[in-house]
């Protein structure tokens, strides 16, 4: 296997790196299932790992190549993602400190939206083209080491989201009252907030 794919290996390291540290899905899968459960995030992550190994795969086969070509288009991605995540920490920093409701539960953040969240995220995009440039050889097995490379980021992405489920879940015997759970939700707002924004200011 790596006689024939070389750079299997350093993606593997990539992916882990890529998938681990601290983003606007890693902040909501946190939120998410500090306030609602560790299940309620599974289909966050689900969603988002799923939809952003789909994004490899895409460009893999060249779809994203027209992206790089019309930068009007990367930042039109780019603000309307932001706007919305934007509106999930206004939603998140607005939320009731008290127990959470049937209704409440229902308007949560679910395996489409995560996966939306990939779609619109210029940043997912770049992600994908940087993978199938550096990491897929060129020839007759470029397809297959796409679908290789687009398969293992899905199976390394999902144990590193997961991590921050337990992380969520696990903080919530801490968040037993009213005033530590209003504070946490409004860390988390402010957390999702500045990571939305760092990406248009940066």
Do not use: D
């Not at 290789?148 to 991590?163: A, G, I, T």
Request: with cysteine; charged share 5%.
């Amino acid at each position: 296997m790596l006689s024939s794919f070389p750079t299997l290996l350093p993606f593997l390291l990539f992916a882990f790196v890529a998938a681990i540290t601290p983003g606007p899905t890693n902040i909501l899968v946190l939120s998410n299932s500090a306030r609602y459960g560790l299940l309620a995030a599974v289909p966050i992550i689900v969603g988002a790992c799923s939809s952003a190994a789909a994004l490899v795969l895409l460009v893999g086969t060249g779809a994203g190549s027209s992206l790089t070509a019309w930068p009007a288009a990367q930042a039109v991605m780019q603000w309307i993602g932001v706007a919305w995540l934007s509106y999930l920490a206004w939603q998140i920093f607005r939320a009731p400190p008290t127990a959470i409701t049937a209704e409440q539960a229902q308007a949560r953040l679910g395996w489409l939206g995560a996966a939306s969240l990939q779609w619109i995220n210029p940043k997912t995009w770049m992600m994908a083209l940087a993978v199938v440039s550096v990491f897929a050889a060129s020839g007759e097995h470029r397809l297959t080491q796409v679908m290789m490379l687009s398969l293992v980021f899905f199976l390394v992405s999902l144990p590193c989201m997961s991590v921050w489920a337990l992380l969520g879940a696990g903080s919530g015997r801490w968040l037993r009252s009213p005033r530590a759970m209003q504070r946490f939700n409004r860390c988390m707002a402010l957390l999702l907030l500045g990571s939305a924004w760092m990406s248009v200011l940066v």
